[in-house]
Nanobody
Framework: QVQLQESGPGLVKPSQTLSLTCTVS??????????WHWIRQSPEKKLEWMGL???????AYSRLLKNRIAISRDTSKNQLTLQLTSVTPDDTAVYYC??????WGQGTQVTVSS
């Protein structure tokens, strides 16, 4: 069974860069399968797709975030990484790592505040 676990700082200051890691078990992130997504949920419960990295390492990003977002991976650790630059309080959300929309991590709360 695929399991995903997000980790990272719970509090980030405005203008800083948010970095989150998703550790995957039960499937290799390079396996010929579905993509690996980052999705966030705002305090108002709105879900927002942020981007993905596919098993070949090809990325795609939301056009709303493309100037600030980067998704990468460490195949030796079977981990994915999300970086979001120049954060504002509007980036406060629960961040989820998702595989093929079938498997979701438990999510990690990130608050942007000074």
């Amino acid at each position: 069974q695929v399991q995903l676990q997000e980790s990272g700082p719970g509090l980030v200051k405005p203008s800083q860069t948010l970095s989150l890691t998703c550790t995957v078990s039960g499937e290799t992130i390079t396996a010929d399968s579905f993509g690996w997504h980052w999705i966030r949920q705002s305090p108002e419960k709105k879900l927002e797709w942020m981007g993905l990295i596919d098993p070949r390492g090809i990325t795609a990003y939301s056009r709303l975030l493309k100037n600030r977002i980067a998704i990468s991976r460490d195949t030796s650790k079977n981990q994915l990484t999300l970086q979001l630059t120049s954060v504002t309080p509007d980036d406060t959300a629960v961040y989820y790592c998702v595989h093929g929309y079938h498997y979701w991590g438990q999510g990690t709360q990130v608050t942007v505040s000074s």
